[in-house]
């Protein structure tokens, strides 16, 4: 089975702070994705990368940055978090070829971060 | 831009009782269709997905969906709810063309009564 693991279920900081928010996956997938998740909003697209070093923004990448250095993980970083960035992070990867949906395709979730921002 | 509308933002439903939530898309293409289902605390996982040839799709879990392209819909549909189907259901759509991206809708938060 496809794991997609996240770092912590539960984060709390403070504003100013630099927060990382951390993403494994173990099925050797190109893509991965980064949204968050409000009530009455679903989920929306933050970040994503369909390869090692390669970024594309998503929806709403304000505030928002993100690494790729090995294949299997993908970081979050908000640089200085602010109370509006509270919220719950979701992670996710699918498989894919140079980012391009295919019939394949699926993206696997992991369990999400629960951040709040004080 | 693709767009995903699901209009009921809350259902509920007696347990045994049969169940259908909407979906409508805009997308000027053949869409990718998915549904997703979300328990309390979890991450999403797929019941089911639709990108080309029969438009009547099964899924796990009972579920099952039909795309009609002249309603641009993708309702999901189960013939008798359990009490383990309480949760939120997203409904996405996918391009086949660009990047491998989902739009999401805002969800429908499905209550089973007793």
């Known amino acids: 089975d496809v794991k997609v693991t996240q770092s912590s279920r539960y984060l709390v900081k403070r504003t100013g702070e630099k927060v990382f928010l951390e993403c494994v996956q173990d099925m050797d997938h190109e893509n991965m994705f980064w949204y968050r998740q409000d009530p009455g909003l679903g989920l929306r697209l933050i970040y994503f990368s369909y390869d090692v070093k390669m970024k594309e923004k998503g929806d709403i990448p304000e505030g928002y940055s993100v690494s790729r250095e090995k294949k299997e993980r993908f970081s979050l970083i908000l640089e200085s978090a602010s109370t509006n960035q509270t919220s719950m992070y979701l992670c996710a990867s699918s498989p894919g070829l140079a980012g391009a949906l295919t019939s394949t395709d699926t993206q696997y979730f992991g369990p999400g971060t629960r951040l709040t921002v004080l | 831009a693709q767009s995903v509308t699901q209009p009921d933002i809350h259902i509920t ?33 797929l019941l089911l997905k639709y990108f080309s040839g029969d438009t009547l799709v099964q899924g796990i879990k009972g579920f099952e969906a039909e795309f009609k392209r002249s309603q641009s819909s993708f309702n999901l549909r189960k013939p008798s709810v359990h009490w383990s189907d309480a949760a939120e259901y997203f409904c996405a759509v996918g391009s086949a063309s660009g990047y491998s991206t989902l739009t999401f809708g805002k969800g429908t938060m499905l209550l089973v009564s007793p």
């Open chain 2, 13 to 45: 439903v007696s347990e045994g009782a049969s169940l259908e939530l909407r979906c409508n898309y805009s997308y000027g293409a053949t869409p990718y269709l998915f549904w997703y289902v979300q328990s309390p605390g979890q991450g999403l996982q």
